[in-house]
């Protein structure tokens, strides 16, 4: 059974709530998030990236996350962020190209996650790890939401959407693109406790995205337990649940700055045939670049991916060879081990630095952008994974290759935060 729990999050002010949220933490560069913070200096980045703020100090400098922690501290002094009175949860409701994703914002136990309850697919990087152990445990404070998904039993998305008919949000904001982010306060202890009920009889959850703030909670509650310093709130960590036919999957594109040993974009276009690919050109995409390829014929049976260079894109599919090797016939699998690495020597898809990764929720164009640039000489558009593989590969425990999913909506910082002190 799924454990869930209430707490008492510390919020924007009302008037605050349109400026304080931010993109999460990972997906801006210290100098894209210092441009942010000129930009707007109530920026939740302040306190998820103070490294901007800082940029003549090392990024894991301990006076980096004290600056994190005073940054916080501050923000509660003077009223832009408040507690609210007591435990409750929350809907998160994102809207986004007219599609409404809603979910409920509650604690999960570090418990669940070690025993695996809480299942994942992605590894985790040391480095990434220490980072976000460091910031939370100084900061006193999940500052990051987890993106966990559930096997709706049938009542639980209904349940939460209800509570959202006809109230007005907590906090609201909407970002540049146009996304539109809500949080509706639950505390009633009726509709509390129906919660609490509903999700008793969900078996397990599933990260999609967050895999490194999830485990750096569980770090922080292993190292103030072995110091002394263990509190109730540290053993839980805030996290979103979504049902998961309920969220946007896209894949994930690649960006590779050479083609290695081959000598022209023609060359290594006419040995993928030798390969075992079939190829052949795509043309152009839509005047706004913003449409994924569709699927070739025989999708589901085939390996499916489109490449761009030299300005054109060209598809590439071949058979998958045994659909029963969940890990092995994923797209990305296939391109790592026979495209990447096969073809192009690049053999750490983690750290190799002539490999580079956009979230496929881009829009073709700025693929084709930053190859026609002279950045890169080749991009790679993925199909996405289904959200029933992702599932069924973290039930076996499997790992799915680096980048392998890019899950909608993209929650946002600042909006609710856990304190563990």
Not at 28 to 50: D, G, H, Q, Y
Not at 311 to 324: K, L, Q
Request: proline share 6%; aromatic share 8%.
């Amino acid at each position: 059974m799924v454990q869930i729990y209430r707490f008492a999050a510390v919020r924007p002010g009302r008037r605050y709530s349109e400026k304080i949220p931010s993109v999460p933490y990972d997906v801006v560069t210290a100098e894209e998030a210092r441009e942010c913070i000129e930009k707007n200096p109530l920026s939740f980045l302040r306190v998820s990236r103070s490294d901007a703020e800082l940029p003549d100090l090392a990024p894991h400098d301990d006076r980096v996350y004290r600056r994190s922690r005073e940054v916080f501290d501050g923000m509660l002094a003077d009223g832009l962020m408040q507690r609210d009175p007591e435990p409750g949860m929350y809907v998160y409701r994102a809207v986004q190209d007219g599609e409404e994703f809603v979910g409920l914002v509650c604690c999960v136990g570090t418990e669940d996650y070690e025993n695996r309850r809480i299942r994942r697919h992605e590894l985790t990087r040391y480095d990434k790890e220490e980072d976000r152990t460091r910031h939370i445990d100084t900061v006193g404070a999940n500052t990051g939401l987890v993106f966990l998904l559930y096997r709706d039993p049938g009542e639980i998305f209904s349940c939460v959407r209800s509570l959202i008919d006809n109230v007005q949000p907590d906090g609201s904001t909407t970002t540049a693109s146009g996304v539109l982010h809500q949080v509706y306060r639950v505390a009633d202890e009726a509709t509390l406790s129906r919660l609490d009920s509903l999700f008793a009889a969900v078996p397990e959850t599933y990260i999609a995205d967050g895999h490194h703030r999830a485990r750096s909670a569980v770090n922080v509650a292993e190292r103030r337990r072995s110091a002394g310093r263990f509190t109730e709130e540290a053993g839980k960590f805030m996290a979103v649940l979504f049902a998961h036919d309920r969220v946007r999957i896209h894949g994930y594109s690649r960006l590779v700055s050479d083609l290695g040993g081959y000598n022209t974009p023609r060359e290594f276009i006419e040995a993928l045939p030798e390969a075992g690919w079939t190829v052949r050109p795509y043309g152009q995409v839509d005047a706004a670049g913003d449409q994924i390829p569709p699927l070739a014929t025989g999708a589901g049976t085939m390996h499916v991916m489109h490449f761009y260079l030299e300005g054109a894109w060209y598809e590439a599919s071949r058979p998958i060879a045994d659909p029963t090797d969940l890990i092995g016939s994923l797209d990305v699998s296939v391109l790592q081990k026979d495209v990447l690495e096969g073809m192009l020597g690049i053999s750490d898809p983690r750290g190799d630095p002539r490999l580079h990764y956009m979230g496929g929720a881009k829009p073709l164009c700025a693929l084709e952008r930053l190859v026609d640039s002279g950045k890169y000489a080749l991009a790679v558009a993925m199909q996405p994974v289904r959200v029933e593989t992702v599932l069924a590969i973290a039930d076996m425990d499997g790992v799915m290759p680096p980048k392998s999913t890019w899950f909608e909506p993209k929650l946002l910082s600042g909006l609710v935060v856990h304190t563990i002190d």
